[in-house]
Nanobody, 121 residues
Framework: QVQLVESGGGLVQAGGSLRLSCAAS????????MGWYRQAPGKQREYVAT???????NYADSVKGRFAISRDNAKNTVYLQMNSLKHEDTGVYYC???????????????WGQGTQVTVSS
């Protein structure tokens, strides 16, 4: 059974920083793209950033220059360094990854349970 577990959320003042982590575990054969999404109260889930298996990155315009996504393939972990946080960055942050299990033939998309980030203004 493959699962994604996020950590690192919390309460921070505007202008501060947080680092989120997401570790994939289980019978994993390979991981393709990994990414982060977020959902603010009363809003739809939105894209934040992705990183490919070759470490190419992409960001939503709202976080460019402030957030940095990275990954440690040896640890099956993706990170999101969030700097210069704004009140509007508040929400539940979800990890997402395309993973092929040891017993599978295809990549499937997995979601973590989410971690709360609250930025006080």
């Amino acid at each position: 059974q493959v699962q994604l577990v996020e950590s690192g959320g919390g309460l921070v003042q505007a202008g501060g920083s947080l680092r989120l982590s997401c570790a994939a575990s289980g019978s994993i054969f390979a991981i393709n793209a990994m990414g982060w999404y977020r959902q603010a109260p009363g809003k739809q889930r939105e894209y934040v950033a992705t990183i490919t298996s070759g470490s190419s990155t992409n960001y939503a315009d709202s976080v460019k220059g402030r957030f940095a996504i990275s990954r440690d393939n040896a640890k099956n972990t993706v990170y999101l360094q969030m700097n210069s946080l704004k009140h509007e960055d508040t929400g539940v942050y979800y990890c997402n990854a395309d993973i092929k299990s040891s017993s599978g033939s295809y990549y499937y998309n997995y979601w973590g349970q989410g971690t709360q980030v609250t930025v006080s203004s």
